[in-house]
């Protein structure tokens, strides 16, 4: 087998203890905290082979592979920074984020060169960049590489911090929009009462039924919205989706409910009512 395969399973792995810890938690600043110490503890057993089968093989265990794991260890100790220091009130917050992001453009304007390899995909100098050599711990680009470690390659922890500062840019467009919005939601908006899982089950009727543009609309679509409509974090909804599958009981709780409640109004109201109430 492929030395790195072992490591592609034990990515998904952790992104999967990672997902769940989310789940399972409403404050966020203790989650991101559990994660990155999850996180650490994977980055520990990611260690190159001491002779890789072939070039190719360590060029992707440099270039993907523990940048990968590194990644995710440096996006989550910036977001406990991040989220530790969030002022209260929300225009303070939104500044606060907005500042955020310029410390991720001066990074990647000071490897620009390397920066622009990786976004478009090159490879051509991946001998000088992702393969143990004294070269790649000398080679400067518009900025010297920091100092490699027996782990990684000097290009590789540059990478890695692409990948993290991609996923925090991610965070911010999406925090500070919520922020924005927030007045806005709270001053006319419904409140989903219920349980999340029945929202998640709601979703996938509708996705089922085909009431949504014609069929056409994809569940993430369908999640997405009523995520947006009832301010509630469906971001883990196909996970959600699996323990309602698994229901010992009937599987269409929430469903079987509002038939019910619906019919019992139906029965109770009034043949000259218009059914409001």
Not at 134 to 158: F, Q
Request: proline share 3%; glycine share 4%; with cysteine.
């Amino acid at each position: 087998m492929n030395y790195n395969e072992q490591f592609k399973e034990l990515f998904l792995q952790m992104k999967g203890e990672v997902a769940a810890i989310a789940s399972t938690s409403s404050n966020r600043l203790g989650t991101v905290q559990e994660s990155y110490l999850l996180v650490s503890k994977y980055c520990e057993l990611v260690k190159p082979a001491d002779e890789f089968d072939s070039i190719q093989e360590e060029v992707e265990f440099f270039k993907k592979i523990r940048p990968g794991f590194e990644a995710e260890l440096i996006y989550f100790g910036e977001l406990y920074y991040i989220l530790s220091s969030l002022p209260e009130r929300r225009r303070d917050a939104i500044r606060f984020l907005q500042k955020q992001y310029s410390p991720l453009r001066i990074y990647c304007q000071r490897y620009q060169l390397l920066y622009e390899y990786w976004c478009l995909g090159r490879s051509g100098f991946d001998m000088d960049l992702f393969v143990r050599s004294e070269r790649n711990r000398t080679l400067m680009l518009t900025s010297p590489l920091p100092i490699g470690d027996a782990y990684t390659t000097p290009a590789g922890k540059v990478v890695a911090r692409f990948r993290a500062y991609k996923e925090l840019h991610g965070f911010l467009d999406k925090e500070i929009a919520h922020l924005k919005n927030r007045k806005e939601r709270e001053s006319h908006s419904f409140k989903w009462t219920a349980t999340k899982a029945a929202l998640v089950e709601l979703a996938y009727a509708l996705k089922a039924s085909g009431a949504i543009n014609n069929g056409n609309a994809s569940i993430r679509d369908i999640a997405m919205h009523l995520e947006r409509a009832f301010q509630q974090d469906l971001s883990q909804f196909y996970r959600t989706f699996q323990e309602i599958r698994i229901r010992k009981n009937s599987r269409t709780t929430f469903l079987d409910r509002l038939k019910e409640k619906l019919e019992s109004w139906m029965d109770n109201t009034d043949l000259n009512s218009r059914g409001e109430g």
